[in-house]
């Protein structure tokens, strides 16, 4: 992990607390506050364009390429004739933007940006689609946005007309055929355009969106060095003199390794610098979010969109009972008892301070206070079993978890799971007390202690590209699983793989 660029801005304050936490954690677990590894040499650039197999996860001509059609004219709105390379959306805006896909890294990425709650665009190979297209479905049902990317990543400009049209038209039918909608935006091979190109993809109502930051992230050819994952990320970092960057990075067959360490920084730069995350359509990501939203024992779902609320009182399909404003759009969320009357509220961490508010409406949050750093991951529970919910954060994998909603230091850190684990907290026993999870892939790894040690028998449940939720739901007293899979959510009375015990769809 690399930490040199993101600490520079923090305030005294938290360089105490971060020295605090670093004195209460082994030594062993390499608290943030220790220096980078050496940097290693940097490799030799390989020359572009890169071959064609690093590109394509099959060779074209053993493809069944599919029926072209006529969807996207009438699918998709008008689009203008040009290129396009600019964020879209009112105030500081970043677009995310992962060409070559679907790839051996996409599922990791998936998971950072779900995690973080964050938009981001997929600018995806008609061939490599028809290898993975498991993985195509899952970015959609997921809320991200697709674009095409050529069938096969020619340069355009030395196809005839004709030929440059089937490059787009067989993406188009193919994309359909996964997820029953055609691509209404465009990224030519290499940027690599001329008039014929822009004419085609405005025939079919297709946006060309190129970008306006480059990462130059496949150079790393499968490296995952820490010192591409630096440049990577200081590459990225410039769009921090853009008002609306769009940043090309790539999720290609064989592997993006140093995207995907870089992938975290990044975003905590933009979100740090005031930037809202948004795909090419301007649309945020919805997250979603899980609480006794009326205090009847039983947990329930939400959806936070920008900085919208929407959550509901029952487990079942139907429109949100509750609606407010409350935090920013570029914050991340959080929900917990913090008063212990029952009922679950939200928050907000902006940077390394929490809001919390002990009502559901909109208003102004309690007094904020500090804990943990921006690139930290946040959880909440009640890990002393008092009755009201505090905060935490994981650091790689080692947690920190504090039990008042104040600023000091927090209990003795632990290691659970791995760094690219995703994180769930709950009452998986029924005992009072908020304890640790991870999920990997589609398994879940529970423990009934926050300590170090082995968890419980893992199990399978959903999908690797699930967001993962936890919460009562039938009131027992006993946290157990589910998953968010975009407006579909599945929840499961146990803790255990198999059916979901209850499926409905929230979507706002
Ligand atoms: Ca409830
Ligand atoms: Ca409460
Ligand atoms: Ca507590
Ligand atoms: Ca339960
Ligand atoms: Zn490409």
Same mark, same amino acid.
């Given at each position: ?14 360089? %105490? ?53 006529? &969807? ?41 940006? /779900? ?101 130059? /992230? ?18 990225? &970092? ?37 930037? &809202?995350?948004?795909? %090419? ?164 790894? %529970? ?62």
């Amino acid at each position: 992990m690399v930490n040199g660029q993101r600490r520079s801005g923090r305030s005294l304050v938290t360089a %105490l607390l971060v020295a605090a936490m670093a004195l209460t954690a082994p030594v062993a677990q390499a608290g943030p506050a220790t220096s980078p590894a050496p940097q290693e040499p940097s490799p030799p650039l390989p020359e572009g364009p890169w071959p064609p197999s690093e590109v394509l996860a099959a060779d074209p001509a053993t493809v069944a390429a599919p029926r072209v059609g006529t &969807q996207a004219a009438t699918a998709c709105p008008a689009a203008g004739y040009g290129v396009n390379n600019s964020a879209p959306g009112s105030g500081k805006t970043v677009a995310l933007t992962f060409d070559d896909g679907p790839g051996a890294s996409t599922d990791a990425i998936l998971q950072i940006l /779900d995690s973080a709650g964050v938009a981001a665009t997929f600018f995806n190979i008609g061939v490599n689609e028809t290898v993975r297209p498991s993985t195509v479905r899952a970015e959609a049902a997921r809320g991200y946005l697709l674009g095409s990317h050529s069938w096969s990543h020619p340069d355009l400009t030395t196809l005839s007309s004709s030929a440059q049209a089937l490059e787009m038209d067989r993406t188009t039918a193919e994309q359909v055929s996964l997820v029953g909608s055609p691509p209404c935006f465009f990224r030519p091979p290499y940027g690599s355009y001329n008039s014929t190109t822009l004419a085609l993809a405005q025939a079919r109502n297709m946006k060309v969106f190129n970008w306006s930051v480059d990462t130059e /992230d496949w150079k790393a050819a499968g490296s995952g060095s820490s010192s591409w994952v630096n440049r990577i990320i200081s590459l990225a &970092q410039a769009g921090g003199s853009q008002s609306h960057p769009v940043v090309l990075m790539h999720n290609q067959p064989g592997g993006n390794p140093a995207t995907v360490s870089a992938l975290p920084s990044i975003i905590s730069y933009y979100r740090d610098h005031g930037y &809202q995350f948004v795909d %090419l359509n301007g649309q945020v990501a919805d997250r979603p979010v899980t609480g006794d939203w009326d205090g009847n024992g039983t947990v329930t779902p939400g959806v936070v969109r920008g900085n919208t609320w929407y959550l509901r009182n029952s487990n079942t399909s139907g429109p949100p009972d509750m609606a407010f404003q409350y935090g920013g759009p570029t914050d991340r969320v959080v929900t917990g008892d913090w008063d212990g009357n029952g009922t679950t509220t939200p928050g907000v961490v902006r940077g390394n301070t929490w809001y919390l508010r002990n009502s559901n409406s909109s208003g102004p949050g309690l007094a904020s206070f500090t804990y943990g750093g921006s690139t930290d991951r946040v959880v909440t529970g009640d890990w002393d079993g008092n009755g009201t919910t505090t905060v935490g954060v994981v650091r790689g994998n080692i947690w920190y978890l504090r039990n008042s909603n104040s600023s000091g230091p927090g209990l003795a850190g632990f290691g659970y799971g791995g760094p690219s684990d995703r994180v769930v907290t709950g009452d998986w026993d029924g005992s009072g007390t908020t304890t640790v999870g991870v999920v990997r892939g589609s398994n879940w790894y %529970l423990r009934n202690s926050n300590s170090s040690g082995p968890g419980m028998a893992g199990f399978g449940y959903g999908g690797p590209s699930d967001r993962p939720i936890t919460g009562d739901w039938d009131g027992n007293g006993t946290t157990t699983i589910g998953v968010d899979r975009g407006a579909n959510w599945y929840l499961r009375s146990t803790n255990t793989s198999g059916i979901a015990t209850t499926s409905f769809t929230f979507a706002p």
